[in-house]
């Protein structure tokens, strides 16, 4: 069952997203632009038969978490995209009051998420593994290899990139190669950007689920 939810971040922008009930483990979903939470679906959907209460959101600006149109992403600045980890901070929380613990919530992002996703990891050290589609090394000032440099030796993350898609696969290179313990690469080819992948390869949602715990 898929129900929706809102929350606030600490800059008082209301957050949308779709609560899939699952287990007693939790995994947060952040998408990529121009895309909104129900890129996510077909993921979340196979994350609840692993077990997880999943939470995907439409980040600031995008699709509900528009602020009754007052947010729009295509509009931000390099600082306004930056404040989106706000709304990654705000779905930690509102998935603790469900009961979730760093250790037992997975981050999963595509694009300017992955980055998310990958900076989450860091500055949450129990939290085991993030998987990345199509990250960066800096998106709009989201940073990424300083986080896989900060990993803890517990976390794993995932980095996965397409050739057609070559600034993302470069810079998917660096982060594995700058924490080869802790970073895996999975290189796909012409596969397209983010959760387009899933499109054009049918198998890396179940590849990537073997990643999780």
């Known amino acids: 069952m898929v129900e929706r939810v809102t929350f606030q971040t600490q800059d008082k922008v209301t957050i949308v997203g779709d609560l899939y009930d699952g287990g007693s483990r939790f995994a947060i979903l952040f998408h990529m632009m121009p895309e909104t939470k129900e890129s996510w679906r077909d993921f979340a959907e196979a994350l609840v038969q692993k077990g997880y209460t999943v939470l995907?959101?439409?980040?600031?600006?995008?699709?509900?978490?528009?602020?009754?149109?007052?947010?729009?992403?295509?509009?931000?600045?390099?600082?306004?995209?930056?404040?989106?980890?706000?709304?990654?901070?705000?779905?930690?929380?509102?998935?603790?009051?469900?009961?979730?613990?760093?250790?037992?919530t997975v981050v999963i992002g595509a694009s300017i998420g992955a980055n998310f996703a990958l900076r989450f990891l860091a500055e949450h050290p129990k939290s085991p593994v993030a998987i990345a589609l199509?990250?960066?090394?800096?998106?709009?000032?989201?940073?990424?290899?300083?986080?896989?440099?900060?990993?803890?030796?517990?976390?794993?993350?995932?980095?996965?990139?397409?050739?057609?898609?070559?600034?993302?696969?470069?810079?998917t290179q660096v982060l594995v190669s700058s924490r080869p313990s802790q970073v895996t690469g999975v290189f796909l080819e012409k596969s397209g950007h983010g959760t387009q992948m899933f499109l054009k390869q049918p198998m890396l949602i179940d590849q990537l689920l073997t990643y999780l715990p």
């Open 56 to 104: 995907a959101i439409d980040e600031r600006g995008h699709g509900e978490s528009t602020m009754g149109g007052a947010l729009d992403y295509r509009k931000f600045s390099d600082e306004e995209q930056q404040a989106k980890r706000f709304d990654v901070e705000a779905a930690f929380a509102y998935m603790e009051l469900l009961g979730a613990k760093e250790e037992t």
């Open 134 to 171: 199509s990250p960066g090394l800096d998106y709009r000032g989201v940073k990424t290899k300083d986080a896989v440099e900060h990993l803890s030796l517990s976390q794993k993350a995932i980095v996965v990139a397409s050739t057609d898609d070559p600034e993302s696969y470069k810079d």
